[in-house]
C-alpha cells in the first residue's frame, strides 16, 4: 500500500470500512474489512485520545525484542493500528493480526516484564508471522450488545483473545468471562469488561508514538452524590450471581463485573472483595448449587463456535469456596433454543430429583425456562426436560425512562431467571427478565417433569433494579430465608453521568397470599449512625416545611394511619434544597392507588418522569409505611411489599450534600404521619 493510499485509508475511508466490518461481522455478508481493538479511558475527555499500543524493541526486531503494550498520546502512522480482516473462507471471520509480511501477533510467556498468567497460552506479541495464530471473529449468540469474542485453537483447546490483571493481552482458554468480550462500538471495538485502570488496546505494530501521561480532568461536580453505603460499585457492575450463605454464616456472591470476582460479608451490609480477583468462569450471570454431594458453579460458556454450553465447576475447597475444578462444558443448548440460552439456576429438588434451569427462548413459544434433569447429586450429566414454564407476553412494560407502563409486550427471551420453593403453603416463585421487565410469579408445581402454573405476577422492582438472583442456606426449604440480590439496571435518564453502578441493598422476600413481598432487610441497621427526633404531621398542616433530617445519606420510615381518604397524598421530599426548589417526591397517591417517585424537580433540568407502583389501599388496612435510604442519588423506595429504585442527579447549585434537606408533605385529609429519620454511614 502506498504512502498516499495509507493516507486516504487513516483518514478518509476507515469510518466508513469500519461501518462494514460491523455489519459483516453481524451478518456474514462482508468480503473483508478493517479492524481496530479500543479499551475504553472513561477518564480521558473527548478531546484526550490516547492508546497502547504493540511496540518494537530498543534493536528494532519485534520477534527477538518484544516490547510490548506502551501508552501512547499520537501515532505518526494511523495504519499502523489497522489490520485486515480475512474472510476468504467463506462465514467463518478471521482477523489476521498482521502488519505487514513479517509482522504478526505471536505468543510469548512474558510481554513489557509481565509474566503471564501460567494457565493461558501466553502474551500477546509482536513477532514471525509463521508461527502467528489467526483469531476468528465470533458473535456472540443471543446477544443484544453487539458483543463479539476473538477466538484461536491452539494445543486443540479453544482460546480467547483476553486481558490478564488488566495489563496485558494473552490468550487464555475460552470461558465467557467479560475481560474476553468485545463490543463493537462506533469507530472501535472496545473489551466489554473495562478495568479498574482502564487503557486502550490498538493494536499498532510500530513505536512511532509519543509516550502518553494520563490527563488531568477536574472531577464532575455531580459527583458528591455518587453513592457511599452500596461498597460493590464500578463502571461496569452488572448481574451478581450465586448468592450464598455458607454454614459458618458468611454471605458470597459474585459480580459479573471482574468475571465473578467473588465477595463475602457477614451482614449481607459489608463486602470484601475485588473486582481484579476472577474466578475466570464467565462475565455472565450464573449459579452456584450446594448439593449432598459438593458445590457446583454453572455459567454459560460465551465465545466459542456454534451453540452455547452451560459450563461447571466444583468447589474444591467447600467452606470458602475460592477454588474450583473446571468440568467444562455440562449442559448443551437445545435445538428448539433460538433467541438466547444463558444464566443458569440454582439446582432445586423435586419429586427426590434434582434439575437445573436456565434462561432461553425461541420466536414461535417465547420466553422460556429450560429444564434439565440431572442423573444424580453429583450434577455433571443431564437430560433436556423440555420448559418448566413459558411465556410469550410481559406483564407491562418498562419505557426508555424507567417508567413501568401497563401495556403489554411480547416476549421471546427470558434471562436472569430464579426458581424456589417459599412461604409455608408449598408456593412456588419464578423470577426472570424478559428484557423489558424483571418479573416475578407466584404459583404451584406438579408432574414429572415438573411444570410451573403461575397464579399471581408483578415486577421485582418498579424502578432501576435489575438483574435479581436470590440467595439462600446451603440447603434451601420453603421456611428458609429468602434475600434477593441485584445491580441498579443500565442507565437512567436522570442518574448521574459518572457514579456508576452499583449492587442494591439484598432485599427480603415473603411470600403472602399468592403475592411476593419485597421489603428491606433489618441488617440495614448497622448503617445507623445517629437518629433525629421524631416528627408527626397531621392533614390539617398539609405539610411540614422543616427538614426532619439533613444529609444525603438517610434512612427515613414516614408511618401513617388513619381514615384513607379518596384522593391526595403522604409524600417524603429528600435532597431537598434550602429553597424548596429542587428534590426529589417519593409516596403514595391515594387516588391512583400507587407508590410514586416523582422526578420533576430532582435535577437541574426540569423533566416530567414520574415512576409508579400499583398499590391498591386494601393491601396495606390501617396502617400505611414508606421506608426511604437516600445514598447520594441512588434511592431504595419500599412500600406495601412493593419497591422503586431511582437514579437521580440533584442539581449541584442548590447547595452541598450534607446540606440537603427531607420534609414531610401531605395532602391526604385525615392522616396521621409520623417520621423517623437516620444519618447513615458505611
Not at 417459599?422 to 416463585?429: E, M, T
Not at 417519593?586 to 410514586?596: K, T
Request: aromatic residues 10%; proline residues 7%; negative net charge.
Amino acid at each position: 500500500m502506498s504512502g498516499i493510499d495509507t493516507a486516504i485509508y487513516g483518514y478518509v475511508v476507515f469510518p466508513l470500512l469500519f461501518l462494514a466490518y460491523a455489519l459483516a461481522v453481524l451478518t456474514y455478508a462482508h468480503r473483508w474489512s478493517v479492524l481496530a481493538l479500543s479499551r475504553i479511558m472513561d477518564f480521558l475527555s473527548p478531546a484526550h485520545v490516547a492508546s497502547l499500543v504493540f511496540v518494537q524493541g530498543t534493536n528494532g526486531d519485534a520477534a527477538t525484542d518484544p516490547v510490548g503494550l506502551v501508552m501512547c498520546d499520537s501515532i505518526t502512522d494511523p495504519s499502523n493500528q489497522y489490520w485486515k480482516v480475512d474472510r476468504s473462507n467463506g462465514a467463518q471471520s478471521t482477523i489476521a493480526l498482521q502488519a505487514d509480511a513479517t509482522k504478526c501477533f505471536v505468543l510469548s510467556p512474558t510481554a513489557s516484564g509481565v509474566t503471564c498468567d501460567p494457565n493461558g497460552a501466553g502474551c500477546i506479541t509482536l513477532g514471525n508471522c509463521g508461527t502467528a495464530p489467526t483469531w476468528s471473529v465470533k458473535p456472540i449468540v443471543g446477544d443484544k450488545r453487539n458483543q463479539v469474542t476473538l477466538v484461536t485453537e491452539l494445543h486443540g483447546t479453544l482460546h480467547c483473545l483476553d486481558f490478564f490483571a488488566d495489563k496485558v493481552a494473552q490468550a487464555y482458554p475460552c470461558v465467557g468471562s467479560s475481560n474476553q468480550k468485545w463490543q463493537l462500538n462506533g469507530s472501535a471495538i472496545r473489551v466489554f469488561d473495562m478495568s479498574p485502570e482502564p487503557a486502550f488496546l490498538s493494536l499498532a505494530s510500530t513505536g512511532n508514538c509519543t509516550r502518553a501521561v494520563a490527563p488531568t480532568v477536574p472531577p464532575n461536580p455531580d459527583m458528591v452524590f455518587c453513592p457511599k453505603y452500596h461498597p460493590v460499585h464500578d463502571k461496569n457492575v452488572y448481574d451478581p450471581s450465586g448468592p450464598l450463605l455458607d454454614y459458618s454464616g458468611v454471605w458470597h456472591t459474585w459480580e459479573d463485573d471482574g468475571g465473578w470476582s467473588h465477595w463475602t460479608s457477614t451482614d449481607l451490609i459489608h463486602w470484601n472483595g475485588s473486582f481484579t480477583d476472577s474466578t475466570h468462569f464467565s462475565g455472565d450471570t450464573g449459579s452456584v448449587s450446594p448439593t449432598p454431594s459438593g458445590v457446583y458453579a454453572f455459567w454459560p460458556i460465551l465465545g466459542g463456535q456454534g451453540p452455547i454450553d452451560i459450563g461447571s465447576a466444583v468447589s474444591t475447597d467447600t467452606t470458602r469456596f475460592t477454588t474450583w475444578d473446571i468440568r467444562g462444558p455440562t449442559i448443551p443448548q437445545p435445538t428448539r433454543i433460538t433467541t438466547g440460552y444463558r444464566d443458569p439456576v440454582r439446582a432445586f429438588q423435586y419429586n427426590e430429583k434434582w434439575w437445573v434451569g436456565v434462561g432461553c427462548g425461541n420466536n414461535d413459544v417465547g420466553a422460556q425456562f429450560c429444564l434439565f434433569e440431572a442423573d444424580d447429586d453429583t450434577l455433571q450429566n443431564f437430560t433436556d426436560r423440555g420448559s418448566l414454564y413459558s411465556t410469550n407476553i410481559t406483564f407491562g412494560t418498562m419505557d426508555d425512562n424507567i417508567v413501568w407502563q401497563p401495556q403489554n409486550s411480547s416476549a421471546n427471551m427470558m434471562e436472569c431467571p430464579d426458581f424456589f420453593p417459599l412461604g409455608p403453603d408449598g408456593k412456588w416463585v419464578l423470577i426472570g427478565s424478559l428484557y423489558k421487565t424483571n418479573q416475578w410469579w407466584v404459583g404451584t408445581v406438579t408432574g414429572d417433569p415438573p411444570r410451573f402454573t403461575p397464579e399471581n405476577v408483578g415486577i421485582v422492582d418498579y424502578g432501576n433494579g435489575y438483574a435479581a438472583k436470590t440467595g439462600t442456606s446451603m440447603v434451601q426449604s420453603g421456611t428458609s430465608r429468602r434475600v434477593v440480590f441485584g445491580f441498579t439496571g443500565w442507565k437512567e435518564p436522570t442518574y448521574i453521568n459518572g457514579c456508576g453502578r452499583a449492587l442494591v441493598i439484598p432485599r427480603e422476600l415473603t411470600v403472602v397470599g399468592t403475592t411476593l413481598h419485597v421489603a428491606p432487610i433489618t441488617e440495614t441497621r448497622v448503617l445507623r449512625t445517629h437518629q433525629f427526633p421524631h416528627r408527626t404531621v397531621h392533614t390539617t398542616s398539609r405539610s411540614d416545611n422543616a427538614a426532619i433530617i439533613k444529609g444525603s445519606q438517610v434512612e427515613v420510615r414516614l408511618n401513617c394511619t388513619g381514615t384513607w381518604p379518596p384522593s391526595g397524598s403522604v409524600a417524603l421530599r429528600t435532597l431537598a434544597t434550602a429553597d424548596g426548589r429542587s428534590y426529589v417526591e417519593i409516596g403514595y397517591d391515594f387516588a391512583a392507588q400507587a407508590m410514586y417517585v416523582d422526578h420533576a424537580k430532582c435535577c437541574a433540568v426540569p423533566n416530567a418522569i414520574k415512576q409508579r407502583a400499583p398499590l391498591p389501599v386494601s393491601l396495606f388496612g390501617s396502617h400505611f409505611e414508606l421506608v426511604v435510604f437516600v445514598d447520594g442519588g441512588l434511592i431504595e423506595a419500599f412500600a406495601g411489599g412493593r419497591v422503586i429504585t431511582p437514579l437521580v442527579a440533584p442539581d449541584v447549585t442548590g447547595g452541598v450534600p450534607a446540606a440537603r434537606a427531607t420534609t414531610v408533605h401531605i395532602t391526604a385529609v385525615g392522616t396521621v404521619c409520623t417520621a423517623l429519620a437516620w444519618t447513615l454511614a458505611y
